[in-house]
């Protein structure tokens, strides 16, 4: 008979065909004669996998990236005109007002000094491509608070299945690599698409961090717990690193709870009341006092601190966030604490 087409016997083998043109990645259909460039896709264990790099050649891989890329940023473009709908009403600050957080990207540590001498060791987190994906109202969520999704960090939509792609694309953003919710209040809501950027938080206010910490995998008593040990000779066999009497014997069970080995770390913490020292508006860069869990270059979760001593601070602060195009007056490029000694500033000065 008539030879059938490669593609066609491909998506009759198991095997999906995409179709990227001009306007994004769809279906192989009806559309096939708009279509610039046959993408092939396959199901592995639920998930979609792209075969662009098995069946492109080396010169045809940078064209298609840079074809996403370019996609996305019109994408972009086209959701963000002011003219295509209304902006949300802006509400003002009250009393118990939650607003959103952020997702940043941990870069490392470095010291910074104070005018009194002293000197603080901070961990500098830079704000990559944060936006608003999508708005719960309370009455769907918990009944008590409003939810903001949060995503940050844009990755390649080939590590991306298609249900996640046609998401992001009804919203004009480009796939996020961390996705997380944060609780509003009604007047803090944000409209879906919004950018997030680091002069959200100011300094000298407190912040929470969430992040997992760095795994260590199965510990014993001693590395996990900071137990003393047993003694290393007089009579020890084998029990020198091990944690001794676990219970008693009229209780005659183990309390749930005992400190015993296991998985150590690998679990989401959260550093609780961290000064904001200083902003960098350029680069989106947040200088926060201390450590915070988690390995350089993972995502963390910033959010106004939930202690009740710095509550007082939230409301000194850009409300719902802070809109660049605002009427807010230019920010410069570095925001410091007023105790921070800046690195322009003189280190001696004689009176």
Not at 43 to 72: A, C, I
Not at 126 to 154: F, I, S, W
Request: glycine share 10%; hydrophobic share 35%; net charge positive.
């Amino acid at each position: 008979g008539h030879s059938m087409p490669g593609w066609r016997l491909l998506a009759q083998a198991g095997a999906r065909v995409l179709g990227c043109s001009a306007g994004g990645l769809g279906a192989a259909g009806g559309s096939a004669n708009r279509t610039d460039i046959w993408l092939l896709v396959r199901s592995l264990h639920g998930r979609s996998g792209t075969w662009w790099d098995e069946h492109l050649s080396e010169e045809n891989v940078p064209f298609v990236k840079q074809l996403v890329s370019d996609e996305n940023k019109a994408q972009l473009a086209s959701k963000l005109c002011p003219l295509k709908d209304e902006p949300w009403p802006l509400h003002p600050w009250e009393p118990g007002s939650s607003r959103v957080g952020l997702i940043a990207l941990k870069l490392g540590m470095m010291p910074l000094w104070t005018k009194d001498g002293r000197k603080h060791v901070v961990t500098l987190l830079q704000v990559q491509d944060c936006h608003v994906l999508k708005y719960t109202p309370k009455e769907n969520h918990n009944g008590k608070m409003a939810a903001l999704t949060v995503g940050g960090k844009t990755v390649s939509r080939f590590h991306k299945s298609t249900s996640i792609l046609e998401f992001y694309q009804e919203l004009g953003l480009p796939p996020k690599q961390k996705v997380k919710i944060f609780h509003v209040t009604d007047n803090a809501v944000i409209k879906p698409g919004t950018p997030l950027y680091a002069a959200h938080f100011r300094p000298g206010q407190y912040v929470d961090v969430t992040a997992k910490t760095i795994g260590k995998g199965f510990q014993g008593v001693m590395k996990r717990w900071g137990f003393k040990g047993q003694p290393a000779t007089h009579g020890q066999t084998k029990t020198h690193r091990r944690p001794g009497a676990i219970s008693t014997g009229d209780v005659a069970r183990v309390w749930p709870g005992t400190k015993m080995p296991g998985q150590m770390g690998n679990r989401d913490r959260t550093a609780y009341g961290l000064k904001v020292w200083r902003i960098n508006t350029k680069h989106n860069v947040i200088y926060v006092n201390g450590s915070v869990p988690g390995h350089k270059n993972c995502l963390v979760k910033i959010r106004d601190s939930n202690l009740p001593a710095y509550k007082d601070f939230c409301k000194n602060l850009p409300f719902p966030t802070y809109f660049p195009d605002g009427d807010e007056e230019q920010l410069p490029e570095d925001l410091y604490d007023e105790n921070v000694c800046q690195p322009s500033a003189p280190s001696i000065t004689f009176t």
